[in-house]
């Protein structure tokens, strides 16, 4: 009964799922595997134990024991370094060579990393001639007896012709070529007392690093100073006598005291009185000494565009134009920096001589105003806002088009400054003004600030692509924009202002390494505004430049012995010493 029951009964539901048991894989024994195998080994398939310099297998049959795999990797390591030489190689060629190399546009960055930091070396450590890029040499030697070598001549002559166009202007390059090369005859276009003042110049300001040429400079301003004494004034031709002096007037404001600079500016302007037929020249020694250049520097720059209808001289009108410079030949079309590059750029000749004419003839009108202002208590405003609405028109016309093309040509910058330093000039009487206006309802002050500004961003930007910023009017430019930046921070300048002004007072500061005159200029500033509650690196920058104008110094009350046999002694007497003794006054 009970089996039938049991085994009647029916399953009502359905069963559950069992979970399915993971099926392990048989267990093997982990064979412990090598990097490498020999080749008896490998040619056998049995284990190998990768020992060195010998396996266990290779042991126990006392059989060589060889390894390849390490070579094979080797050779791969080697394919790859080489390729990374050959690479390299490719890019020091490009950086070697002057053109563009289309073939490995992988590596233009390279090449441009490689090309920035060879230009850089190069502008640390700027030779005063350069073998390679260097003109034809020249023949400089015959007209002077201060050095018999015509390439380091040469390069001095190039240097002048490249990083000063303000002076190089008054001069034509073709006519002074022409006479330097051929003879030292009366009717030449060249004189010694002009090819001394360029070198004296040249090697003065734009020689990059001081080296045994630095003092070459005093040598050959000495010894133009001597040809001007010993020639008279009817030896050679006015126009060269008085391109001379101009050049030599430049390097005396640097680099001499005031009276010295003072007598050379009188007798320029008493030669170019002689050219005009008589015209009366201008002041001489309160320009001089006072840091104002800005006539001397109508005066002496642009002469020519004056002087081409009036010049008297035996070769004729047509030559007297030539010879002052006024003509662009095909050279002047392409300016290049030597010697840090030889590629070279458009100038824009043309279009700088439209602007120069334009800015002359506009700065006579503006001059006399601006001397007028401040001469009287109430500067004439209307007439000062018609020139200076004509001055913006002009850089609009003539600089704006051309400025992202020529804004590191020498020739450019210098124009363009010296059309900040009018503006600052004219805007100067009526920056304490605060109810007039000048341009789209803005009082003279914040035009002011403007212009300084940029003054002083040109020349740090000038600074920065060249290493080299010693040109006689670049710092006058710079003084100028100091001087108005100073100004302004009474009346509590933004933060741009007081940017520009940290970097105006550094590049006086730097200069004043080189030029004895940014010395006096940060001298005469730190003197001038020490009332101003000016910040502190403003402070330190124009008291380090001062300091080097204190360098040489003054022995007063010395009592002084005579040469004679008896040794008399002199009267008490004021000694100042420079390189040697400068001066010796008595009391």
């Known amino acids: 009964m009970n089996n039938s029951l049991s085994t009647g009964m029916r399953r009502l539901m359905p069963a559950g799922v069992r979970p399915v048991q993971p099926v392990q894989p048989a267990f093997r024994r982990k064979r412990q595997t090598v990097s490498l195998a020999c080749e008896r080994c490998r040619k056998r398939k049995a284990k190998c134990s990768g020992l060195m310099p010998s396996c266990q297998s290779c042991i126990v049959a006392n059989a060589e024991c060889v390894y ?310 109430l500067p004439d405003y209307k007439v000062s806002k018609t020139l200076y609405v004509r001055l913006l028109a002009w850089h609009e016309t003539h600089v704006l088009e051309y400025q992202g093309q020529t804004s590191f040509v020498p020739a450019w910058v210098f124009l363009n400054l010296t059309y900040h330093v009018i503006a600052l000039k004219l805007l100067d009487p009526f920056n304490w003004i605060s109810l007039v206006d000048f341009d789209g309802q803005k009082p003279a002050r914040p035009l002011s600030q403007s212009h300084g500004e940029s003054v002083v961003s040109t020349l740090w930007r000038y600074r920065t692509a060249y290493d080299m910023w010693h040109d006689f009017w670049l710092l006058h430019a710079c003084y100028a924009a100091v001087s108005s930046l100073l100004l302004g921070h009474s009346l509590a300048g933004g933060s741009s202002h007081k940017e520009a002004l940290t970097q105006g007072c550094q590049l006086l500061c730097d200069t004043s390494a080189r030029l004895p005159l940014a010395s006096r200029m940060c001298h005469e500033l730190q003197r001038t505004w020490r009332h101003l509650s000016l910040p502190g690196v403003v402070r330190r920058y124009l008291g380090r430049g001062a300091a080097r104008s204190l360098a040489g110094s003054v022995i007063k009350g010395t009592a002084m012995v005579g040469g004679d046999d008896g040794g008399s002694l002199l009267g008490p007497c004021i000694i100042t010493f420079g390189e040697t003794i400068r001066r010796i006054e008595e009391r």
């Open 68 to 377: 390849q795999a390490p070579e094979a990797g080797k050779r791969l390591r080697y394919r790859d370094l080489e390729s990374a030489y050959n690479d390299m190689c490719r890019a020091a060629a490009v950086r070697g060579s002057d053109s563009e190399e289309p073939h490995f546009p992988a590596n233009e960055p390279v090449r441009r990393w490689l090309e920035a930091l060879r230009m850089k070396k190069e502008r640390r450590h700027m030779s005063v001639i350069s073998t390679v890029d260097s003109p034809q040499v020249l023949p400089v030697s015959m007209w002077t007896a201060v050095s018999n070598d015509d390439c380091m001549l040469t390069g001095l002559l190039t240097l002048f012709w490249t990083w000063s166009p303000a002076l190089s202007s008054i001069v034509s390059r073709d006519l002074f070529l022409d006479g330097l090369c051929n003879d030292t005859t009366a009717g030449s276009a060249c004189s010694g007392l002009l090819v001394n003042a360029m070198l004296a110049l040249s090697s003065a300001c734009f020689v990059a690093a001081p080296d045994d040429r630095w003092h070459l400079h005093t040598k050959f301003a000495k010894e133009a100073r001597r040809l001007m004494e010993a020639e008279g004034p009817f030896r050679e031709p006015l126009i060269l006598r008085m391109q001379g002096v101009a050049i030599l007037c430049v390097y005396e404001c640097i680099f001499s005291h005031d009276d010295t600079s003072a007598s050379l500016l009188r007798i320029f302007y008493e030669l170019r009185s002689a050219i005009r037929h008589g015209q009366p020249f201008g002041p001489t020694t309160d320009l001089a000494t006072a840091f104002d250049f800005l006539q001397i520097q109508l005066g002496l720059v642009y002469p020519s565009f004056s002087l081409t209808r009036s010049a008297t001289s035996t070769s004729g009108p047509s030559d007297d134009r030539r010879q002052l410079g006024t003509e662009t030949t095909s050279n002047d079309r392409l300016w290049s920096p030597y010697p840090i590059s030889d590629q070279p750029r458009l100038s824009f000749c043309s279009e700088l001589s439209r602007a120069q004419r334009e800015l002359v003839r506009l700065a006579g009108e503006i001059l006399p105003a601006i001397e007028a202002n401040h001469n009287c208590l």
